[in-house]
């Protein structure tokens, strides 16, 4: 499978605070990534699909001015949290498809705390 | 009603036990089963990936499918300590975007 890395593996910030978060493939040109959040004991919700080249398309709920997402290449996708909050604290985690296989490999997370 | 229901457990079997996990779900379009398992503090991992009724085998991981009745299983022989885990049913019509369930927290005790 693929393989997926992400930079941070966590991140403490202050709140008012942006963080970037780099999702990179390592072995795989992946037109399609996905964004995930994950609170504690709680499954994945998908926050965004970002498709290179374009602007990504935002699950219904995610703000898009506080979550940007950029795709700038076929190997690199960052997710940007604007503004940070306590709420915003969570596990983030983004996904590549293989074609339209649907299958997703996932990068290891970032887990954001904000203070 | 969502879309995929998944038991959340928590499961606990001891060592050697043959671990049945499910999902349910609603929309026939789904085509695309995969089940992932995910370490705490971790990305998930995919396991299993299949796209027709029936049984798919990897190792001591079984995969099944019953569109029918539209009803997924993962079966683990020979559970093992290092099986403990969250496992992730995730389903996917063609447009490339799965929904997953909520997740079975599995222990395995030695």
């Known amino acids: 499978g693929a393989v997926v890395s992400q930079h941070p593996s966590w991140v403490i910030c202050k709140s008012g605070t942006s963080v970037k978060i780099e999702c990179r493939s390592l072995?795989?040109?992946?037109?399609?990534m996905f964004w995930y959040r994950q609170f504690p004991k709680q499954s994945l919700m998908l926050m965004a699909t970002s498709n290179e080249g374009s602007k990504a398309t935002y699950e219904q709920g995610v703000e898009k001015d506080k979550f940007l997402i950029n795709h700038a290449s076929l190997t690199l996708s960052t997710l940007t949290v604007t503004s940070a909050h306590p709420e915003d604290s969570s596990f983030y985690i983004c996904?590549?498809?293989?074609?339209?296989?649907?299958?997703?490999?996932f990068g290891p997370g970032t887990r954001l705390t904000v203070l | 009603q969502k879309e995929v229901e998944q038991d959340p457990g928590p499961l606990s079997v001891p060592e050697g036990a043959i671990v049945s996990l499910n999902c349910t779900y609603s929309?026939?379009?789904?085509?695309?089963f995969m089940w992932y398992r995910q370490y705490s503090r971790k990305g998930p991992e995919l396991l299993m990936y299949?796209?027709?009724?029936g049984n798919k085998e990897d190792g001591r991981f079984t995969a099944q499918v019953d569109k029918s009745s539209k009803y997924i299983s993962l079966f683990i022989r020979d559970s093992q300590p290092s099986d403990s885990a969250t496992y992730l049913c995730a389903i996917a019509t063609n447009a490339g975007k799965s929904t997953f369930g909520d997740g079975t927290t599995l222990t395995v005790k030695p």
């Open positions: 072995d795989f040109q992946a037109t399609t």
């Open positions: 929309n026939s379009a789904f085509q695309y």
């Open positions: 299949t796209y027709s009724s």
């Open positions: 996904s590549e498809a293989l074609g339209r296989s649907n299958e997703q490999f």
